[in-house]
């Protein structure tokens, strides 16, 4: 697959800081930008940053100085989700895109951004934006498309950078501690290499096995999980790496994040492959938001729009009909629905997608 090296990358600098620059400029190359950066907010403030040296001075700004106080971009957001990348021009009302932010990059010749916001579980938001130059005009769709196909890897990676708030992971024992979560990293055999107390929370979910193995006891679920493991070393194409575990016995539901340890992230682990946590999902009686199911289980946009239609309640050919496409097209994006969520009926998915974390209420704009 022509990205391996750069998904690679991603992977790495989930753990790696200093690798978001280079990883910003590849992905700015890709998307014919002339550069980006990641930005990490707690509720609407910006906290950390990590950019490419043109856009730096911005995102430095956007961070650490006023422009957190007078945005209204990310209540946009809260007010109005997105799914993927989409460009700021199309996305955003002009008397919200015209912050001070677009300013600076417009005085220095910057114009159109393509960005995405991904919420994390925890509540934080990870935002990705990329800045082209006002003479080669907007991102073209193909630029956005071939984003949109990193997505899913940008959300898994960014929901271990939350954990660690953009530093360096120092050492495997402390990462894992750090992280908040039950986590345990493995070799490419499913051996444990090395895990943290919190996993002994889940230890009726997550059993040892032989020569140091783990097991979800469930076994349609487990089945995704030894098979993620096994084609682990392989390619990223295809590989369920975000898994469902269903409720049961009164026992939330959780989802098991399985990370590829490449570059120096591995090192980092010394010589684990793969990094696993676990995620409690908390059961609501409201729809989650749908950019929530694109970071949790890899959803495309049009797979999270159908799921949010039948989480609403609604029959698959009227959800079909609320998605704007054919009956036909709905049954194969719901096959690779429940592919990826590790669900195998309607009811499930339904029941797993309620599971799922709202976004908290926002006060209005």
Known sequence: MMHDRLIDRIYEAAFNPEQWTPVLEELSVLSGSAGGEILLFDDVKAVNFRATQITHDVAAFVCHGGWRKTSRRIQHFHAQPCS????????????????????????????SQAGTIIPMPGGELVVFAFERWHRLGLHEPEAIAQLNLLHPHLARASFIATRLGLEHAQAAVATLASLGLPAAVLSYSGKVRAANALLDTVADRLIPTAYGGLAVNHAATNALFQDAIAQARGTHDGIVRSIAVPAQNEERPLILHLL?????????FAGADILLSATSVHASTFVPAPQILM?????????????????????LRDAAAASGI????????LERIFRKTGTKQQSQLVA????????PGRPPL
């Open 295 to 315: 970071g949790l289980f890899d959803l495309t946009p049009a797979e999270v729009k159908l799921a949010a239609a039948l989480a609403e309640g609604r029959s």
């Open 260 to 268: 590829p340890l490449r570059r120096s992230a591995h090192d980092i």
């Open 326 to 333: 054919q009956f036909s097209t709905a049954r194969s994006y």
């Open 84 to 111: 993927g990348f989409v460009t700021a021009n199309e996305y955003f009302p002009d008397d919200v895109r015209i912050d001070e932010g677009y300013q600076m990059f417009r005085a220095m010749g910057l114009d």
């Open 352 to 359: 797993l997608l309620k599971g799922a974390p709202p976004l």
